[in-house]
C-alpha cells in the first residue's frame, strides 16, 4: 500500500468502494497550508528533543516549504490513492526530501491531533475574515442611522403600528445584535486558542517533544489540558458553526424586513440597480434577491449547525471518524457567510429610504395612544384607569374615522374630563419620539448615545 500511512497489517490494500467512502481530501485539502504549518512546527518540535540533526531540520522545513509553494500555486494536488491531507502531504514530502527523512516526520503525531488542530486554525482564520465583514455591516448600519436622525419610522409589534421610533434607532437594534455576535466570536476565539498538537491519537506522546512550542509556533496561545479531550471534543467548530447560524438568524431577520419595505404596499425603501435582480419574463421587475437569499441560507446556516450537533451526540470518546463529517458542514458556513455579507452590506449601504412615507404613516394606526395613557399617568391617574380612557378615546376616533389629533375638544372632553386640550402636545410624533428618552429608548438624544457606545463597543473587540 504504496504511499499510504498504514497497511503493513494488512493482507490487501483498501477496496476501491472503502476508498472512495474514506477519501476527504475533496475538502479537506483546504486545510494543506496549515497541515504544512503543522509540520514545520512538529519538525522543529522533534529536532529540539534530538529526533532530528540541523541538517535534516533545515532539508525538511526547505521540502515543508516546497510543498507549501506547489500547494499555492496548483502544482501539487492530491491523487485518488490518497486517503486524506495529511496522507497526501507525507507521500509529497517524501517524494521531494526522500523516504528516510520524509519518514522520520510522522514520530510522536496522529491525524487525530493534526486535524483537531488544523481545523481550529482555518476557523481562527476565517473567524477574523467573519468579524471583519460584520464590522463592515455594522458600519453601514450605522452609516444610514447617522444620515437618517431625525426620520420617523412606525414601530411595530406583531407587525402591527405600535409607537413611532426614529429609523435609527431601529438600524441600531439590528447593528446591536450584529455587535453581539462581533462579541461571540471574540469570545469563543478564547476556547479555538488552544492546540490539541501533542495529544497524538489520545494518550498523548512518549517523545518528550515540546507541545508548548509548536502551539507558539502555530500562533495559538497554549496546549490542550487533556489529549483524549484535545482529540475527541469539536464543540468548538459546533459553537463557531452556531454563531454563523445567529449571524444568518440575524441577516435574515433584516432581510424580512428590506423585503417588506420593499414592496408597493409599504414604499419605504429603494433598492440599488446594482444590489437588486430582473425577471427573465416580467421587464417591470425588480427583486430583492441580495434579502432573499440572505433568508434562505440562514436555514443553511441553522442546517449545518444542527446536522453537526447530531453527528457529535452520542459519540463514546476518544477519536472517532465520524469526527470527519464536522468539516464539510462548517466549512460551508464560513463560506456562505463569506460570500453573503459583502453583498449584504452593500445592498444595505445603497438603501434609499423614503422617510416622507414612513412619516406619514407612523401616527396611523392610533400609535400614539400610549402616549395619552402616559400623559394621563403623568397627571396621577391610575395605569389602569389611563388605559380604559385612551381606549375609549381609540374606539371614538375609530367610529368618526379619524385620527387621535383628529377629535375636537369636546370630543376628547366627552371620552373623559381628563383629556383636557393640552393632550395635543403628546399628539404627534415627533413629541413622542423625544419624550421617550429613558435608558436606552427612542428620543433622538438617546439615539445619538447609541453612536458613540456603539463605536467604543466595536473598538474594544
Ligand atoms: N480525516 C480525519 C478527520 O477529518 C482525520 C484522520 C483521522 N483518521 C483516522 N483514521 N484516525 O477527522
Redesign the pocket.
Known amino acids: 500500500n504504496e504511499g499510504s500511512l498504514w497497511g503493513a497489517r494488512f493482507a490487501s490494500g483498501p477496496s476501491p468502494e472503502l476508498q472512495a467512502l474514506s477519501r476527504?481530501t475533496h475538502f479537506?485539502w483546504q486545510l494543506a497550508p496549515y497541515d504544512l504549518a503543522g509540520s514545520r512546527a512538529h519538525a522543529r518540535a522533534l529536532s529540539a528533543a534530538g529526533y532530528l540533526d540541523a541538517d535534516e531540520l533545515a532539508r525538511m522545513i526547505a521540502g515543508l516549504d516546497r510543498l507549501e509553494a506547489d500547494v499555492a500555486s496548483g502544482t501539487l494536488l492530491p491523487t485518488d490513492a490518497d486517503?486524506?491531507v495529511?496522507g497526501a502531504l507525507e507521500a509529497a514530502l517524501i517524494e521531494v526530501v526522500g523516504p528516510e527523512l520524509g519518514g522520520k516526520l510522522r514520530a510522536g503525531r496522529?491525524?487525530?491531533d493534526?486535524?483537531a488542530t488544523l481545523v481550529r486554525l482555518y476557523l481562527r482564520d476565517h473567524a477574523a475574515v467573519i468579524g471583519t465583514q460584520l464590522v463592515h455591516l455594522i458600519d453601514a448600519l450605522a452609516a444610514q442611522a447617522d444620515a437618517h436622525r431625525e426620520a420617523i419610522l412606525p414601530g411595530r409589534t406583531h407587525l402591527q403600528h405600535a409607537q413611532p421610533v426614529l429609523l435609527a434607532h431601529h438600524l441600531l437594534a439590528h447593528a446591536w445584535a450584529l455587535s453581539r455576535d462581533l462579541e461571540r466570536i471574540a469570545d469563543w476565539d478564547k476556547r479555538a486558542n488552544v492546540s490539541p498538537y501533542g495529544s497524538g491519537?489520545l494518550a498523548g506522546s512518549t517523545l518528550g517533544l515540546d507541545a508548548a512550542s509548536v502551539a507558539h509556533d502555530l500562533g495559538l496561545g497554549g496546549v490542550v489540558e487533556n489529549s483524549i479531550d484535545g482529540t475527541a471534543s469539536r464543540d468548538v467548530v459546533a459553537e463557531f458553526a452556531f454563531i454563523t447560524a445567529q449571524i444568518g438568524v440575524d441577516l435574515s431577520r433584516i432581510s424580512e424586513e428590506i423585503i417588506l419595505w420593499n414592496t408597493r404596499e409599504f414604499a419605504f425603501v429603494t433598492l440599488h440597480d446594482g444590489y437588486s435582480t430582473g425577471s427573465s419574463i416580467m421587464p417591470q421587475k425588480k427583486n430583492p434577491d441580495i434579502a432573499e437569499l440572505a433568508r434562505g441560507k440562514s436555514g443553511r446556516l441553522i442546517g449545518n449547525l444542527t446536522g453537526l450537533l447530531t453527528t457529535l451526540k452520542g459519540l463514546p470518546l476518544a477519536?472517532n471518524?465520524d469526527?470527519?463529517e464536522?468539516?464539510e458542514p462548517v466549512f460551508d458556513s464560513v463560506e456562505t457567510l463569506e460570500v453573503l455579507l459583502p453583498a449584504f452590506t452593500g445592498m444595505v449601504s445603497t438603501l434609499t429610504f423614503h422617510t416622507e412615507r414612513m412619516a406619514e404613516l407612523a401616527p396611523q394606526g392610533f400609535s400614539l395612544a400610549t402616549d395619552v395613557a402616559e400623559w394621563l399617568v403623568k397627571r396621577h391617574v391610575p395605569f389602569r384607569d389611563a388605559h380604559e380612557i385612551t381606549g375609549a378615546l381609540v374606539r371614538a376616533a375609530e367610529e368618526r374615522g379619524v385620527d387621535l389629533a383628529g377629535l375636537s375638544d369636546d370630543e376628547l372632553a366627552a371620552v373623559s374630563p381628563l383629556l383636557e386640550p393640552s393632550v395635543r402636545d403628546v399628539l404627534t410624533i415627533e413629541g413622542s419620539v423625544a419624550s421617550r428618552d429613558g435608558l436606552g429608548g427612542t428620543a433622538p438624544a438617546r439615539v445619538a448615545d447609541q453612536f458613540t457606545a456603539l463605536t467604543a463597543r466595536i473598538r474594544l473587540l
Open positions: 476527504s479537506d486517503e486524506d495529511h496522529s491525524r487525530n493534526q486535524i491519537a477519536y471518524r469526527l470527519q464536522d468539516k
